[in-house]
């Protein structure tokens, strides 16, 4: 069985632009959650999809949103860019939600912005 | 102060050494993580617990809900558990989804 896969792997922006990043859960996997980690803050919960629907969503201002499909793939968007954007984007993915089962991460976008 | 907080934040052994890494929270949880992150960013989820003790190979990881602490074991070290492990944990009462992680505590096993 695949894993979770991310794209891209990696991507340089510049202040003021936006930025969609993209995430394809394990087959059979209905929720999907975004995290960011940046060496100050470590791992932050972003917002976590579930069949289409936004289920839970973190403390970060609304410049960061995201979407789920029908086939479970998931996109999240960041807006104008700001430097303290720049980190790794993590998604992962599990059957049900995020803490009834086990989630299985995917590699992280690194996302730099300049 | 942090909801979760981790130590230590480095440790280094030598291989063959029982390790502990311990995690302490300040909020009520309905669910404890155990996390173990590889150079590089692939993140590898190692352990859910909610009470008692659960066990992997070489690894243990126990809970105690009283005193909102929780630990994680390496028996037998090996250089290829040179990782961070990090620990998460979900607030009681909180939305579903809504992980709180810890900064992570950063191993070396020296061969």
């Known amino acids: 069985k695949a894993g979770v896969t991310q794209t891209p792997r990696y991507l340089i922006k510049t202040r003021g632009q936006q930025v969609t990043l993209s995430c394809s859960p394990i087959?059979?996997?209905?929720?999907v959650s975004w995290y960011q980690q940046t060496p100050g803050q470590g791992l932050q919960f972003l917002f976590e999809?579930?069949?289409?629907?936004?289920?839970n969503k973190g403390n970060f201002p609304g410049r960061f949103s995201g979407r789920q499909f029908s086939n479970s793939r998931s996109e999240m968007n960041v807006s104008t860019l700001e430097l303290g954007d720049s980190a790794l984007y993590l998604c992962a993915s599990s059957l049900d939600g995020a803490m009834a089962d086990t989630q299985y991460f995917g590699p992280g976008t690194r996302l730099t912005v300049l | 102060k942090n909801e979760v907080e981790q130590s230590p934040q480095n440790l280094t052994a030598q291989e063959g050494e029982f390790i502990t890494i311990n995690c302490s929270y300040s909020v009520g949880i309905s669910a404890l993580h155990w996390l173990q992150q590889h150079p590089g960013g692939g993140i590898v989820s190692l352990f859910m617990l909610s009470s008692g003790k659960k066990k992997h190979g070489r690894l243990i990881a126990t809970i105690n809900i009283q005193e909102k602490h929780s630990s994680l074991h390496i028996t037998a070290s090996h250089p290829r558990d040179s990782a961070v492990y990090i620990c998460a944990v979900e607030n009681y009462g909180g939305s579903q989804g809504n992980l709180i992680f810890g900064k992570g505590t950063k191993l070396s096993v020296k061969p």
């Open positions: 087959s059979g996997h209905r929720s």
């Open positions: 999809y579930f069949s289409e629907t936004q289920r």
